[in-house]
């Protein structure tokens, strides 16, 4: 499989990924932007591929991520990624679609799941890119009771997800997850957001928050000083108060 090393957070992280099929954007790295973790927490990445957002987070809060993977080719990468970065990362080779998966003791979780169910748009050509766009058997609620169940009371639930497939997963989250907050990622401030960040406290009892969420871009394009201060100096997205 063909590679390219880039670079995320200013050079900070170093991602070997695949040249074709799924690459990591900006997604990943507003997904661990947003998880509030320390140095001695624990975090699940579920769905992590070659790892970006499970380095991104180990790399800017020195926590150590659990990262779970099925497709063998991501897996070798995200391993190689953690060798590469030096951080606490460690990958699992696991289908989250099995019933039997399942995990429990962790901090946080987080993930970046597919956002289309079966029969919803056209199916990407490439299998990799197509596996991360398309959820097998049309739900993101495995996704969603596997994360919620794999944290102890009290921790965070972390998703980035496609704004106009928001009810869906929001429908998703049991009530033993409240508290949920939704911070939208305005492609330019007047536009309709493309992306959103969902935050849970597993047994929390917050009410829902609609956040004000920030705006990516300029009128003339480039990124604003807040979307540079996430993906390029490694701010933390809030969402929700202690």
Known sequence: MATTD???LGGRVQLRQPLKGY?????PVFLAAAVPAGPGDSVLDLGT????????????TGCAVTGIELDPAAVTLARENAVTNAVRFTVIAADIADPATSYAGFDHAMANPPFLGEGQGTPPPNPGKRAANMA??????????????AVRPGGTVTFV????????????????AAGVAVFPLWRRAGDTAERVLVQARAGGRA???????LVLHESAGPYTRAAEAVLRGGSAIDLMAD
Not at 55 to 60: D, H, M, Q, W
Not at 161 to 175: I, K, M, N, S, V
Request: glycine share 10%.
């Open 136 to 149: 097998a058997g049309g739900a993101v609620d495995r996704w969603v009771d596997l994360a919620v169940r």
């Open 6 to 8: 880039d670079r995320l």
């Open 161 to 176: 997800y496609r704004a106009d497939q928001l009810p869906g997963l929001l429908a998703a989250f049991p009530d033993s």
């Open 207 to 213: 009410p829902f928050q609609l956040l004000a969420g």
């Open 23 to 27: 690459r990591a954007a900006i997604d």
């Open 49 to 60: 591929g070659p790892g970006a957002a499970a380095l991104c987070l180990a790399v800017r």
